[in-house]
C-alpha cells in the first residue's frame, strides 16, 4: 500500500504573508513504508526487527533532569511513564536511560552500588518493568547503560574489600597496590584521574586503590574471572526485564596493563602519542576480548544491541570496537566535537561512514549529551573559543544566541538525513542552551570538585527539562528541581513549543517523519556539488542542503520538504538549512 502524505512545496512568488517563505502548498509524496505521523500506527515491537538500531533515532533521558512523578524535585521512573506522549509524539525508536541503579550519585548515577536494583529516587524494579513494557507498546525501545569500568565505593564488593587484608581475595576484584616510596606514602604510578588530580586513593592500611574517575569509584579488575562472570549475569538480568541493549559507559576502558607502568609525561590518552594503542589503561587490547565475550549474553536476545561510549585518538581505533563480534554502534565524538564549519564537518561524516561501512556497521550521530556543553551553546560563541573553559567565567557578551539557535536548527537537518542512527539528548528538541551560570554552590558534578574548581562541570546540561509555561519547575515537577532553571525556561517548554508553528520542537517532530518515510535502510550517500562554505548530500530521497558560510545559498531544485530558516528571496539563508525531495538519481561529486 503506498500512504500519500502532505508536504511542503515553498512558494517562490512574492507573498503578503511575512511569513510566507515558510509557507507550504498540500502536495503529497509516495510513502512506501506506512504513515508514521500517525504514531499510534506503529506496530508494537515484535523483536523481529533484529537491526533497528542501524536507522535508529534514539532519544536520551537523563532520568533525574527529565520528569518528577512524585515532587521530591529529581527525576524518576514514574515521571518518564507520565511523559511518554512526548516521547512518542517525536516518533523516536528508542530511549536510551542513563543509570538509574542504586548509587550515592556522586557521579550521576556513574558510581553503582548495586547492578540490579534501581534507586529508590527513581523507582523501583516494577517501575522499570512497567515503562518497558508501556514503551514496547508504543513501539519504542529501552535501551539501559551499563558501568563496567567502576563500582561505587558504597558497593559491596568494595566493602568487603575495604574490610578485607591486603592480598585478599576480596581486593583482588579492585586494583589495589602498595605504594612508592619508604613508607608506601606514594601513589603505585603517576596515572591521572580523567576529573583531575591522581587516579589512587590511600585505604587505612595503607594499600592504595586505582580510581580513574572519582575517588568514590573504584576501578574494577576485569583479569579477575568473578568480575566477567558478574557481569555476563548482569546482562542478562536486565535483557531478562525485557531492555534492548546497553549503552556501554566507557568502553575502552576496563582492561589495564599488569605491570602498572608510568604513562610519563603524556598523561592525555588521547594524545598522539597513544594512537596506536599501548596505553596501560585505555583502548587495550584486551577490551575487545571482553565484548565479544558479551555477545555470547546479548545475541540470545533478538533486537539487542551495545552501543560503545568509547572515547579513542581516531577512526581507525574506533572501528574496531565495531567489528563484526563486538559493538552494534560506537558513539562518534569526533563530529560531535566538530566546529561550526564545513570543511570540519565534511571531513567528519567522511571518516565515520567509511570507517563504520569498512566492518559492516553504520555510523552514529549527535550532537550533544549528559557529558558536554549543549550544541546550542557551542555554536553561539566564536569558533576559537573553547566553551568547557568559557563557563568558568569567558566573556558573556561572546555568546550569541540567536547565532546558536539558527545553527542548532540547521544541524538538524544536517544531521537527521546522514546514514546511519541519531541520538537526541533530552531537551535539544526545545532548543535548550547550556545554563552556564549555575552558582558554584549548586553545582554537583564531582568534576568541579575534582578539578580543584578549574573545571566547571556538567551540570548546565543537566538542568531539569521546562515542560509547561509556567508552575513549580515549569512542569518538571510539583517540588521544585535539584537544580534552578532560568527564568526563560518557560517560553522553551513543550508546552510553549507545541503551538508555535515553527518551533524548534516542530522540527524535531517534522525531520524525524520525514527521514524515517523517505530514508529507508539504503545507506547510498553521496555529497553534491555545492557552494564554497555549504555542504550539500543526497540520502535516500532526500537532498539536505546546509549553509555554513557568509551569503544566502541557491536553493536546489525540486520539492522543498523542510527548511530550518525562512528563505531569504527565494535562498537559504546563512546559518540556515533545507531538505529537498529527490526521488530519483542525483549524480553526487566526489
Ligand atoms: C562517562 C559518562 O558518560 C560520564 O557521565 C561519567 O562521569 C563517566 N563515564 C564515568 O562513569
Given amino acids: 500500500m503506498v500512504a500519500r502524505t502532505p508536504t511542503h512545496r515553498i512558494r517562490r ?9 515558510w509557507d507550504v502548498s498540500t502536495e503529497t509524496i509516495d510513502d512506501t513504508r506506512g504513515n508514521p505521523s500517525d504514531h499510534t500506527s506503529f506496530s508494537p515491537l515484535t523483536g523481529q526487527e533484529d537491526q533497528w538500531w542501524r536507522h535508529a533515532v534514539v532519544y536520551q533521558v537523563y532520568l533525574r533532569s527529565f520528569s518528577d512523578g512524585n515532587g521530591d524535585g529529581q527525576g524518576d521512573i514514574a515521571g518518564l511513564r507520565a511523559r511518554l506522549d512526548h516521547v512518542e509524539s517525536l516518533g523516536v525508536d528508542a530511549i536510551w536511560v ?8 556522586n557521579d550521576g548515577g556513574y558510581d553503582v552500588a548495586d547492578y540490579r536494583s534501581i534507586h529508590p529516587l527513581f523507582g523501583d524494579l516494577g517501575e522499570a518493568r512497567a515503562l518497558i513494557e508501556e514503551s514496547r507498546r508504543r513501539g519504542i525501545r529501552v535501551i539501559a547503560d551499563l558501568v563496567p569500568n567502576h563500582t561505587s565505593s558504597e558497593h559491596a ?25 619508604v613508607e608506601g606514602e606514594r601513589p603505585p604510578n603517576d596515572w591521572q584521574s580523567v576529573f583531575g588530580g591522581p587516579a589512587w586513593s590511600r585505604v587505612a592500611d595503607g594499600d592504595w586503590y586505582l580510581h580513574l574517575f572519582d575517588v568514590t569509584q573504584p576501578d574494577l579488575n576485569w583479569s579477575n ?8 549475569s548482569i546482562l542478562e538480568f536486565w535483557l531478562d526485564l525485557g ?7 566507557v568502553a575502552h576502558g576496563k582492561s589495564k596493563h599488569p605491570d602498572y607502568q608510568d604513562v610519563g609525561g603524556v598523561v592525555d590518552h588521547l594524545d598522539p602519542a597513544w594512537a596506536s594503542g599501548g596505553h596501560p589503561t585505555w583502548d587495550r587490547t584486551e577490551v575487545h576480548e571482553i565484548v565479544r565475550d558479551w555477545r555470547g549474553v546479548v545475541d540470545r536476545y533478538p533486537g539487542a544491541m551495545l552501543v560503545a561510549e568509547a572515547w579513542v585518538a581516531s577512526w581507525d581505533r574506533l572501528a574496531r570496537y565495531l567489528r563484526p563480534g563486538e559493538y552494534h554502534q560506537a558513539f562518534d565524538f569526533l563530529f560531535l566535537q566538530s566546529p561550526w564549519d564545513a570543511e570540519s564537518m565534511r571531513s567528519r561524516v567522511d571518516e565515520a561512514v567509511e570507517a563504520t561501512m569498512s566492518v559492516g556497521a553504520t555510523p552514529t550521530w549527535a550532537l550533544s549529551n549528559h557529558d558536554v556543553v549543549r550544541h546550542l551553546t557551542r555554536y553561539a560563541l566564536p569558533g ?10 569567558g566573556d558573556r557578551d561572546l555568546l550569541d544566541l ?19 542512527s541519531v541520538y537526541i539528548y533530552q531537551g535539544e528538541e526545545l532548543g535548550l542552551p547550556e545554563v552556564h551560570d549555575l552558582a558554584p554552590q549548586v553545582l554537583d558534578d564531582p568534576v568541579w570538585r575534582t578539578s580543584g574548581h578549574t573545571r566547571k562541570g556538567r551540570d548546565g546540561c543537566r538542568v531539569p527539562i521546562p515542560w509547561t509555561r509556567g508552575g513549580s519547575s515549569y512542569g518538571f515537577g510539583t517540588g521544585g528541581s535539584w537544580l534552578p532553571q532560568p527564568p526563560e525556561w518557560g517560553r522553551l517548554s513543550v508546552e510553549a513549543q507545541n503551538t508555535e508553528k515553527h518551533s524548534m520542537l ?12 523517505l530514508l529507508g535502510a539504503d545507506l547510498t550517500f553521496a555529497w553534491l556539488q555545492a557552494e564554497a562554505d555549504a555542504l550539500s548530500y543526497k540520502h535516500g530521497q532526500i537532498v539536505s542542503i546546509v549553509n555554513f558560510g557568509s551569503r544566502p545559498l541557491d536553493l536546489p531544485e525540486g520539492e522543498v520538504l523542510l527548511l530550518s530558516a525562512p528563505l531569504e528571496g527565494g535562498r537559504v539563508p546563512v546559518d540556515g538549512a533545507a531538505w529537498i525531495h529527490a526521488p530519483g538519481h542525483v549524480s553526487p561529486v566526489k
Fill in 13 to 21: 512568488s512574492a507573498d503578503k504573508d511575512p511569513d510566507s517563505s
Fill in 98 to 105: 542513563n543509570p538509574w541503579y542504586e548509587s550515592p550519585l
Fill in 157 to 181: 564488593w568494595f566493602q568487603a574489600a575495604l574490610a578485607a587484608p591486603e592480598g585478599s581475595v576480596e581486593r583482588s576484584r579492585y586494583h589495589f597496590r602498595p605504594g612508592r616510596g
Fill in 225 to 232: 574471572e568473578e568480575v566477567r562472570e558478574e557481569f555476563l
Fill in 243 to 249: 531492555v534492548s541493549g546497553f549503552r556501554v559507559d
Fill in 384 to 393: 576559537d573559543v573553547d566553551a568547557g573553559e568559557w563557563l568558568l567565567g
Fill in 402 to 420: 540567536d547565532l546558536g539557535r539558527r545553527r542548532a536548527r540547521a544541524a538538524v537537518l544536517l544531521t537527521m538525513a546522514l546514514p546511519g
Fill in 506 to 517: 516542530h522540527l524535531y517532530r517534522r525531520a524525524i517523519d520525514l527521514r524515517r518515510r
